[in-house]
């Protein structure tokens, strides 16, 4: 069957071994210094690794592949211990991939008498996303931190209810989603582009105002998003056809945000000019963290 799955490129893999603990479902491995994806039926192709890779080296491709099994899945990782299926559950929600989680559950209660933890507890865990936040927080144990749910309480804001003043957008152009934009649009030529996390504007209250303004727009998620290789085709021909001026990248301090950035650099190094590429990395809270030149 024709289905979504991890693509490692080895030229770009490094060996670091980061992406292995994020593949919940033990589809990777370390094998003679290269990650390797070592079974199709094991990988569910929703990509909870691709933004742990420090080199940019995992896309998710749509090929021929053995379909995935949620049972076989389940049957190696109960040997794993609780918090790791109960990671691999809750990816599956964060997902909407009800079917297989209802297959996780089914297989849980159908063998309750063979594994070492409470199946109860673990259904009620994942159903509940409320117990056990060390396994959240546990990046070794599974969960990732970008799909964590976090209340954000202002500091120091002063909302003047009298005046009800509106601040003007500073969008330049439309669309701006990375498929749907087109890089040989006027707009963008010879313009200074930012292409930010899809999560960055909701998180800053200044965005349209500090970073925004007098830019091109595009944005992403490198978690969520399918079909990212089209990105990198994108981004490359902003920066050879458009001769843009300028890119900066905004991303989140989830891990999963790294995606964006190296997706950036890989168009980089396949463009035929060279363009500046400024990275800035923003808290939940709405605040930048880092900013460079890279």
């Not at 994806?37 to 090929?63: F, N, Q, W, Y």
């Not at 790294?258 to 605040?287: D, F, H, Y």
Request: aromatic share 4%; hydrophobic share 40%.
């Amino acid at each position: 069957m024709v289905r979504e799955v991890v693509k490692i490129d080895e030229s770009l893999c490094n060996g670091c071994g980061v992406c292995v603990p994020e593949c919940h479902e033990g589809a990777l491995q370390i094998i003679d210094g290269k990650a390797r994806l070592v079974s199709d039926l094991m990988c569910d192709g929703l990509g909870a690794c691709l933004g742990h890779c420090p080199e940019g080296a995992i896309t998710i491709e749509k090929r021929e592949a053995e379909a995935y099994n949620e049972t076989k899945v389940m049957e190696i990782m109960v040997d794993k211990g609780q918090n790791t299926v109960i990671a691999h559950m809750k990816h599956l929600k964060d997902h909407n991939e009800t079917q297989f989680l209802k297959e996780a559950v089914r297989f849980l209660r159908d063998n309750a008498a063979n594994v070492s933890f409470d199946v109860d507890e673990v259904i009620q865990t994942v159903h509940n996303q409320g117990k056990h936040q060390d396994s959240q927080h546990n990046h070794g144990g599974g969960g990732c931190p970008g799909s964590q749910a976090r209340t954000i309480v202002p500091q120091g804001i002063v909302v003047d209810t009298e005046s009800h003043t509106s601040i003007k957008s500073e969008l330049r152009q439309w669309p701006v989603q990375m498929h749907l934009i087109n890089p040989a649009a006027s707009y963008y030529k010879n313009s200074d582009v930012l292409i930010a996390a899809d999560c960055v504007a909701f998180a800053m209250g200044n965005f349209h105002q500090k970073f925004l303004k007098g830019k091109t727009l595009a944005i992403a998620c490198p978690k969520l998003d399918q079909g990212q290789e089209i990105y990198i085709e994108k981004l490359t021909r902003l920066i050879n056809d458009a001769n843009i001026n300028t890119l900066t990248v905004m991303i989140m301090q989830v891990p999963c945000c790294g995606g964006l950035l190296q997706m950036v650099k890989i168009a980089v190094s396949q463009a035929s000019r060279k363009v500046p590429v400024k990275m800035m990395v923003v808290s939940i809270e709405g605040e930048v963290l880092k900013e460079e030149w890279v």
